[in-house]
């Protein structure tokens, strides 16, 4: 794989990354610029349970960073259908559960259709919004009540992929700020049932495409075999 050279990454750059699952944001901002010797910062946050694009500037260029928030977004995922989950996504533990013996596909696919466009949605609990200056998801582990208010959101394309009972494959396509965990919860109460998050990707910010991003591994290894002050 071809890096940047490592004076212009230095410099400032703008580096397309694959994050992998478990990671939090912060993780591959700290692996980059201490690989680098660089100012790195990060165009928008990914939860720790989803994998796939980030984008990391360095030097001059996290000036920019302002203006990579508020491109759209676009992911693939898999929900389980007939559960629930208080975090909406798998770090947490199944709280409800639903027959979904009855369940057809062209319900699925009829409920996501409905989706489409301006919705109002609700942020989970486990989220990093804060409320009175703390995180809600601090409160939300601690056991405490907390009050979530929803929000307009953009949904451009919600496709269902595949239907393999009780799981089920999508694509969105969203404004920034949507919350994928909220509107798979949301698909199925739709469909008088309960799904949470299985597994979440994201492929796409505005332009940039994850067929371009660079595994981390690979890049903080270049970095630091390349990086005059290491």
Request: aromatic share 8%.
């Amino acid at each position: 794989m071809l890096f940047p050279p490592i004076e212009e990454i230095r410099e400032g750059a703008i580096l397309l990354i694959d994050k992998p699952k478990g990671w939090t944001s912060f993780d591959i901002v700290r692996k980059v610029k201490n690989a680098s010797g660089a100012k790195t910062g990060h165009g928008g946050t990914l939860d720790p349970l989803a994998s796939g694009l980030m984008i990391v500037a360095t030097g001059k260029f996290t000036k920019k960073l302002t203006e990579l928030t508020g491109l759209d977004k676009a992911y693939t995922g898999k929900m389980i259908l007939g559960a629930t989950r208080p975090s909406y996504d798998m770090e947490t533990e199944v709280d409800q559960t639903f027959d979904i013996s009855q369940v057809l596909p062209a319900q699925i696919y009829e409920a996501a259709k409905s989706f489409v466009g301006e919705i109002s949605q609700t942020p989970p609990v486990f989220s990093a919004i804060k409320i009175d200056g703390k995180r809600s998801y601090d409160m939300a582990r601690a056991g405490k009540e907390v009050e979530m208010k929803s929000r307009m959101q953009h949904i451009f394309e919600f496709d269902i992929t595949d239907v393999s009972l009780p799981e089920i494959s999508f694509y969105v396509h969203c404004n920034k700020g949507t919350y994928i965990r909220s509107l798979v919860s949301d698909l199925g109460k739709a469909i008088n049932s309960g799904a949470y998050m299985s597994d979440l990707r994201r492929v796409s910010i505005g332009p940039y495409k994850l067929a371009d991003a660079y595994p981390i591994a690979e890049l903080t290894t270049y970095l630091k075999q390349n990086n005059p002050t290491s």
